[in-house]
């Protein structure tokens, strides 16, 4: 009983330090190296391929749109849709997950990057 009170202890300890990465704020050179020729995506719902040239290709709930990306500074501005303003967003990361976040709000929504699967 101990032996088994000690591994769940050990496991919800580390759950406990998993939750707490640290994200921390990408310049735009680490944007550029991180994120582009990756998916951005939540693993089920939705998910954004930033191509090299500058092409967001999207998928939301099964339904494909096609907008733009650039870098502008430490940002990551994205128009999902043509013809739409951009939106600049702060750029987050631990390890394979990613903020994505609007003039430094914090935000409790992470999402994973992830080699492209070419849909």
Not at 5 to 14: D, K, R
Not at 58 to 73: F, L, P
Not at 74 to 92: I, M
Not at 102 to 111: E, I, K, N, R, Y
Request: hydrophobic share 40%.
């Amino acid at each position: 009983m101990a032996v088994l009170t000690l591994l769940l202890a050990i496991s919800a300890s580390s759950r406990v330090l998993a939750d707490e990465k640290k994200l921390t704020r990408l310049t735009g050179r680490d944007i550029r190296l991180k994120v582009v020729g990756k998916e951005v995506t939540d693993g089920v719902h939705w998910s954004d391929y930033f191509e090299k040239d500058g092409v967001l290709i999207g998928w939301n709930i099964g339904r494909k749109h096609t907008g733009k990306w650039q870098i502008r500074g430490d940002a990551l501005c994205v128009a999902e849709d043509a013809g739409e303003v951009p939106t600049c967003y702060e750029v987050w990361t631990a390890g394979d997950e990613i903020s994505l976040r609007l003039d430094g709000v914090d935000t409790t929504f992470v999402s994973f990057l992830r080699m492209y699967d070419g849909r």
